[in-house]
């Protein structure tokens, strides 16, 4: 074994190198993080991270926005014994510039303790505070500031002006802007944008004529806040009058003429546009969603595709409510290809919107697939699919879901319940309905909407407890809506109660006197218990008033093209063929034993060939005929259709998918059917 005398001792570790050593030109010099953590190994290795100007020094470049590695320099930061001001700042301002303002703001608790802070200190958490929207905090650093003398100061007074304009605190930014003494471009911006956007666009107007200066940030504030207020003609004004016109003016005025439906003007505008980025695309696309100008939605969607422009969630999401909105499920599994392609994780709102895109097109088995195949589902994924499963008549599935949730810790909410009311109301299950309405109340407290009360209301009328209904909608804390007398009065109209259907209707009439469906369900129920003469009253009244009823309608895709039919259309290229394969229905139809329910038909006739006529021209057999001829044998037909389903209709498509070996799947104006081997999903309740 080696033994160590004074002639063998180890050598002494070399001194830690001086700022000489590890040449402060190599670190003024570097310019990427490649070459930061490199000397920084180096500084470690040879001692010379000890010194305090070696460290302040790779603090600043981790710092330094072209590098930007807030990790490293906040390791950096940690090790500096005595850090000073400056160093402080510049790591608070590093947080605020990477979106983490809440650590900025526990940064600057802990500053306070060391130093005073300085006109660079307070804008910057004060910016922080303003993108939190923590007003209270902000506050009190106003308060420190005062305290220390900074209150006048030009910096902290313009930050202060963004902070209590960005978080709705006009006034306090009103008091703040009128003691500067300098107030400059950025100040004057951000009140003229914080009145705009609590809705006081004539103050701005004013504050915008006031100006000696103006910016492009100037001009664009006053277009987004006359738009979003809907006075399009004068940001019109405004944004002709701009000198140098940017992309989110033009953003700005487009989403204003979409709230204001003036498509027209806002494709006019976007086709003016030299550039676009997704905004642009997206302002579009969501507003012709929101229009339920959806065709035109999905049109903008493809041209998105073909100048090879990335879609964003937002526009994903906008897209997805179109092809809801058409049902058109083969572009929603485009859609979803889409997705795919661009790597699009599914554990958010994306997520929700296809499991809800899916249902809404028929496929509740798509929208479960997508289901099962989100790994950290949220509260919203589980809602989705409980209302999909609701709406297509799967009560057993919705409260198997509903008790597999509570088993993974997901806690409900009102939405949710909505989805089980629903369920139970589609499904007839009364005693349920009643008991998952008292869960809600008593073991999550949540307190009844409206819209819990309704989905209550409709549970009880569907299944005929029309007085129980009518007590109900008698002891709500809130005044009934026109939908929840609109269920009284459906239910009185399915059961043949005409004396509740009248008092139903005479309430609605009283909340609601445009609603159309009132009149139509009013007649029906009339002309169901043979009183027309109160049919004639009604159809005079709607006379007078300017009601029409809307024809039933019944829509069906087929290569990617939408095919709609009225009630006895005649208008399809394929009319001869259709009405060819009606004729072949009503033999078939007639071997099978079917007898026509000509109660179903709510007109004045007499002759019984002439109803059997009448209900064989409804809309949806007219489009169940076009699927038969077209889609390929064994495809589901998928239909949807803007009113209730009759009960002849009915009949028919559970023996028509029976005959012709079809699943068919139809959406009325309240749920899905699906009809195969002779049955329906909703086991003749709906």
Request: proline content about 4%; hydrophobic content about 40%; charged content about 25%.
């Amino acid at each position: 074994m080696l033994q160590l005398t004074p002639s063998h001792s180890l050598p002494k570790p070399p001194p830690p190198l001086s700022p000489q050593n590890l040449s402060f030109s190599l670190l003024q010099s570097c310019k990427t993080l490649q070459e930061a953590t490199q000397l920084h190994a180096l500084s470690l290795k040879t001692g010379a991270f000890t010194n305090p100007l070696i460290a302040s020094r790779l603090f600043s470049l981790y710092a330094d926005p072209k590098i930007n590695h807030l990790t490293y320099a906040r390791s950096v930061f940690t090790q500096i014994q005595h850090p000073n001001l400056v160093s402080w700042n510049v790591l608070i301002k590093s947080h605020v510039t990477n979106q983490r303002s809440h650590d900025a703001v526990v940064l600057f608790r802990d500053l306070v303790h060391h130093h005073a802070p300085d006109n660079f200190t307070l804008p910057c958490v004060i910016k922080g505070c303003a993108r939190l929207n923590a007003v209270e905090e902000g506050k009190q650093i106003h308060g420190l500031g005062l305290k220390i003398g900074l209150g006048l100061d030009k910096f902290v007074q313009s930050s202060l002006v963004s902070m209590y304009s960005k978080c709705g605190e006009i006034e306090f930014a009103r008091k703040v802007f009128d003691e500067m003494r300098e107030r400059d471009l950025v100040a004057w911006n951000s009140l003229i944008d914080g009145y705009a956007r609590c809705g006081r666009v004539d103050v701005a107007v004013e504050l915008f004529d006031q100006m000696e200066e103006r910016d492009s940030f100037s001009w664009t504030v006053l277009v987004d806040g006359l738009s979003k207020c809907g006075n399009v003609e004068k940001a019109r004004e405004v944004f002709d009058r701009m000198p140098d016109k940017n992309l989110v003016s033009w953003n700005a005025m487009i989403n204003g003429y979409m709230k204001a439906r003036e498509f027209e003007t806002a494709r006019e505008l976007f086709s003016q546009m030299m550039s676009r980025d997704v905004i642009t695309w997206n302002s579009m696309i969501a507003g012709y969603e929101f229009n339920g100008r959806f065709a035109e939605a999905l049109e903008l969607f493809r041209e998105i595709l073909e100048e090879d422009v990335r879609p964003t969630p937002a526009t994903l999401v906008s897209v997805l409510s179109a092809v809801s909105g058409l049902a058109a499920l083969s572009k929603g599994r485009l859609v979803h290809c889409v997705m795919v392609k661009h790597g699009f994780e599914l554990d958010g709102v994306l997520g929700t919107s296809l499991i809800e895109m899916y249902y809404k097109c028929g496929s509740i088995d798509s929208a479960m697939a997508v289901f099962r195949g989100i790994q950290r589902k949220k509260v919203g994924h589980w809602t989705a699919i409980i209302v999909g499963l609701g709406m297509h008549g799967m009560a057993d599935q919705v409260l198997q879901l509903f008790l597999e949730m509570r088993k993974n810790g997901m806690e409900p909410h009102a939405i949710t319940f909505i989805g089980i009311l629903n369920a139970c109301s589609h499904a007839g299950l009364v005693d349920l309905g009643r008991y998952y309405f008292n869960m809600m109340i008593k073991d999550y407290g949540i307190e009844p909407t409206i819209e819990h009360y309704g989905c209550f209301v409709d549970i009880l009328c569907r299944a005929g407890c029309l007085d129980e209904a009518k007590n109900v909608i008698g002891s709500m804390p809130m005044k009934p809506n026109k939908v929840i007398w609109m269920s009284l009065l459906s239910g009185a109209r399915i059961h043949g109660n005409v004396e509740i259907g009248d008092y139903a209707a005479q309430h609605l009439i009283e909340v609601s006197p445009d609603t159309i469906g009132c009149y139509v369900v009013l007649s029906n129920m009339y002309a169901a218990a043979d009183q027309w003469e109160k049919v004639s009253q009604v159809r005079e009244m709607m006379k007078k008033r300017g009601v029409k009823k809307d024809p039933g309608c019944s829509s069906i895709e087929h290569r990617g093209m939408l095919h709609e039919f009225i009630v006895g259309d005649k208008s399809h290229p394929q009319t001869k063929e259709i009405y060819s394969k009606l004729s072949e229905v009503r033999e078939k139809l007639k071997s099978a034993g079917h007898v026509p329910d000509t109660s179903q038909v709510l007109l004045c006739l007499e002759d019984e060939k002439e109803k059997e006529a009448e209900l064989e021209n409804h809309s949806e057999r007219l489009a169940i005929a076009f699927g038969l001829i077209n889609l390929e044998p064994r495809s589901p037909i998928r239909i949807i259709k803007n009113l209730r389903v009759c009960n002849d209709c009915h009949s028919v498509t559970k023996l028509l998918s029976k005959i012709y070996n079809r699943e068919i799947v139809v959406r009325d104006n309240s749920r899905f059917h699906h009809f195969a081997n002779g049955s329906c999903s909703c086991k003749d309740f709906w």
